[in-house]
């Protein structure tokens, strides 16, 4: 192995690459290997000698994608965590929500003695072309935030020019946990699915592996698209939040009469919802659909529950959800950024414009998309008890009369994002008459989300890709047209300043 492993691969929410570049079978290795010296140094913090735990019964759940080289990258992995005698509960090709469930299973005693894992490696690039890979961790029941990652690199790279020791084998159990997954969301829903018709597109990613069956297990009429699983994606990217990508679901929905389409991104951890016309929902009226559902009757009870979301949503997302009577909270993109929150909130729900959501309420916290999607089937069945005409785009009346702009993307080197983004809040806050109206506030908890008499706009630096994500929205579509190509012209001139 080399001692002078490339380790840039390591971000603030994953490790993400390309394959064979930034990603290699060497580096997942060490990973496995700096992971568990990690989950073992914080297992054994402040515990008395006699109670500590040893190496030999640490358990970690392994699963991956279908990319074609997820693979070699897992059985690299299993090799760097058994090598220090710890323990690999080997669930093979999963979708991520799955690895995430593997914490929270009891699993049965003749595959892991005392039934539960300790945390989970999940092999995936999620939406990101099929060049790219990566791995995201959890440690007890939650993911690895920004200072983890950052702890478990420092690790890895220890392990480069450490010294292993001799002789140490931990066990590799395969399971399959698929049947149990869907056991558990079985009996939660029954047969809520009776009487509605959905469209599933699986973008021949992992959740074709789960979601159209399960599905009719709850008593849909499903329509499929794309399940078989296939790491070349042949019929179109698997990422919802991209348009195109949802064409032939579109199309689909409204010849079939049905009365939704879900799509799944490749490790079916970011939902995509088409509805009964034909039209893709952003994430935010997504959540604030969920939210309607869950918080009304909490807040009916006396209840203030907090729902948490992040910059790149709509204004009215949170004006209504405080409307309603819940406490709205945005935070940073990223769905370890939004686990942290939601937890230091104790919130009752979370989501992001890219279509992650996340459910406390009468589920595990984590983003899991399928599971999403029985939330908005059950939705429609209760709505169509009382009106057998309901449509899932009833409920978003609130948007009506705000124009949104779609995600704007502008490339910029990773090397410069950061000297930009602080060159563009200093332009805005040395001309407060920039957009041609008052900024009324600048919220900079991640990149800069300027907030205008009627509407806001919005940069951020992507987390996993070398761009600019903006948004912008206001109560004409000329004004949100008008934020938009000044926001864009300055970006475009400042970043000429550098590249």
């Given at each position: 192995m080399s001692g002078t492993l490339d380790f840039r691969a390591f971000g603030k929410n994953d490790i993400r690459g390309i394959y064979g570049e930034d990603v290699t079978e060497e580096l997942f290795y060490y990973a496995g290997r700096g992971y568990v010296k990690y989950i073992a140094e914080r297992l054994n913090d402040g515990v008395e000698d006699r109670d500590k735990t040893d190496v030999k019964d640490i358990w970690v759940s392994i699963c991956m994608d279908v990319r074609t080289h997820s693979p070699s990258l897992a059985a690299s992995l299993i090799k760097g965590v058994t090598s220090t005698g710890a323990n690999v509960l080997d669930l093979g090709i999963a979708?991520?929500?799955?690895?995430?469930?593997?914490?929270?299973?009891?699993?049965?005693?003749?595959?892991?003695?005392?039934?539960?894992?300790?945390?989970?490696?999940?092999?995936?690039?999620?939406?990101?072309?099929?060049?790219?890979?990566?791995?995201?961790?959890?440690?007890?029941?939650?993911?690895?935030?920004?200072?983890?990652?950052?702890?478990?690199?420092?690790?890895?790279?220890?392990?480069?020019?450490?010294?292993?020791?001799?002789?140490?084998?931990?066990?590799?159990?395969?399971?399959?946990?698929?049947?149990?997954?869907?056991?558990?969301?079985?009996?939660?829903?029954?047969?809520?699915?009776?009487?509605?018709?959905?469209?599933?597109?699986?973008?021949?990613?992992?959740?074709?592996?789960?979601?159209?069956?399960?599905y009719r297990d709850l008593g849909c009429d499903v329509v499929e698209l794309f399940t078989e699983p296939d790491?070349?994606?042949?019929?179109?990217?698997?990422?919802p939040s991209d348009e195109k990508t949802l064409d032939a679901l579109k199309k689909k929905?409204?010849?079939?009469?049905?009365?939704?389409?879900?799509?799944?991104?490749?490790?079916?951890?970011?939902?995509?919802?088409?509805?009964?016309?034909?039209?893709?929902?952003?994430?935010?009226?997504?959540?604030?659909?969920?939210?309607?559902d869950i918080c009304v009757p909490l807040?009916?009870?006396?209840?203030?529950?907090?729902?948490?979301?992040?910059?790149?949503?709509?204004?009215?997302?949170?004006?209504?959800?405080?409307?309603?009577?819940?406490?709205?909270?945005?935070?940073?993109?990223?769905?370890?950024?939004?686990?942290?929150?939601?937890?230091?909130?104790?919130?009752?729900?979370?989501?992001?414009?890219?279509?992650?959501?996340?459910?406390?309420?009468?589920?595990?916290?984590?983003?899991?998309?399928?599971?999403?999607?029985?939330?908005?089937?059950?939705?429609?069945?209760?709505?169509?008890?009382?009106?057998?005409?309901?449509?899932?785009?009833?409920?978003?009346?609130?948007?009506?009369?705000?124009?949104?702009?779609?995600?704007?993307r502008f490339r910029c080197p990773n090397e410069f994002k950061k000297t930009v983004l602080d060159d563009m809040k200093k332009a805005v806050q040395e001309n407060p008459d920039l957009f041609g109206t008052k900024i009324k506030d600048i919220i900079t908890l991640d990149g800069m989300r300027i907030i205008l008499e009627d509407g806001f706009a919005m940069i951020r630096q992507s987390n996993t890709e070398p761009v600019f994500t903006l948004r912008f929205e206001a109560k004409s579509e000329e004004n949100c047209r008008h934020y938009e190509k000044t926001m864009v012209d300055l970006l475009d001139k400042t970043v000429k300043n550098y590249c």
């Amino acid at each position: 192995m080399s001692g002078t492993l490339d380790f840039r691969a390591f971000g603030k929410n994953d490790i993400r690459g390309i394959y064979g570049e930034d990603v290699t079978e060497e580096l997942f290795y060490y990973a496995g290997r700096g992971y568990v010296k990690y989950i073992a140094e914080r297992l054994n913090d402040g515990v008395e000698d006699r109670d500590k735990t040893d190496v030999k019964d640490i358990w970690v759940s392994i699963c991956m994608d279908v990319r074609t080289h997820s693979p070699s990258l897992a059985a690299s992995l299993i090799k760097g965590v058994t090598s220090t005698g710890a323990n690999v509960l080997d669930l093979g090709i999963a979708p991520t929500p799955l690895g995430y469930y593997s914490e929270f299973a009891q699993i049965p005693d003749n595959v892991i003695v005392k039934g539960r894992v300790n945390g989970a490696l999940i092999v995936t690039a999620s939406h990101n072309p099929s060049e790219y890979n990566g791995l995201k961790m959890t440690f007890d029941r939650a993911s690895l935030t920004e200072e983890q990652i950052k702890k478990v690199k420092e690790f890895s790279m220890a392990e480069v020019n450490a010294r292993e020791t001799a002789n140490r084998h931990g066990i590799v159990r395969k399971y399959n946990i698929i049947e149990q997954y869907c056991e558990n969301i079985i009996n939660k829903f029954a047969s809520v699915g009776k009487g509605i018709k959905v469209v599933t597109d699986c973008g021949n990613a992992t959740a074709g592996l789960v979601a159209p069956q399960l599905y009719r297990d709850l008593g849909c009429d499903v329509v499929e698209l794309f399940t078989e699983p296939d790491g070349t994606f042949p019929n179109h990217h698997p990422n919802p939040s991209d348009e195109k990508t949802l064409d032939a679901l579109k199309k689909k929905v409204v010849e079939e009469k049905a009365d939704i389409g879900i799509a799944f991104d490749g490790d079916s951890d970011r939902i995509g919802v088409v509805d009964s016309q034909g039209r893709s929902m952003t994430g935010d009226k997504l959540l604030l659909i969920y939210a309607e559902d869950i918080c009304v009757p909490l807040v009916k009870r006396g209840e203030k529950p907090a729902v948490v979301s992040e910059v790149k949503c709509s204004q009215v997302l949170y004006d209504t959800i405080n409307a309603m009577g819940g406490n709205a909270i945005m935070t940073k993109t990223g769905h370890g950024y939004i686990k942290a929150k939601m937890k230091e909130e104790n919130a009752i729900l979370a989501g992001e414009m890219s279509g992650h959501t996340f459910f406390k309420d009468r589920y595990y916290g984590f983003d899991d998309a399928i599971y999403a999607g029985c939330r908005i089937i059950e939705i429609i069945a209760k709505q169509k008890l009382n009106n057998p005409e309901f449509k899932i785009e009833d409920m978003l009346k609130p948007f009506d009369g705000v124009c949104t702009s779609k995600e704007v993307r502008f490339r910029c080197p990773n090397e410069f994002k950061k000297t930009v983004l602080d060159d563009m809040k200093k332009a805005v806050q040395e001309n407060p008459d920039l957009f041609g109206t008052k900024i009324k506030d600048i919220i900079t908890l991640d990149g800069m989300r300027i907030i205008l008499e009627d509407g806001f706009a919005m940069i951020r630096q992507s987390n996993t890709e070398p761009v600019f994500t903006l948004r912008f929205e206001a109560k004409s579509e000329e004004n949100c047209r008008h934020y938009e190509k000044t926001m864009v012209d300055l970006l475009d001139k400042t970043v000429k300043n550098y590249c």
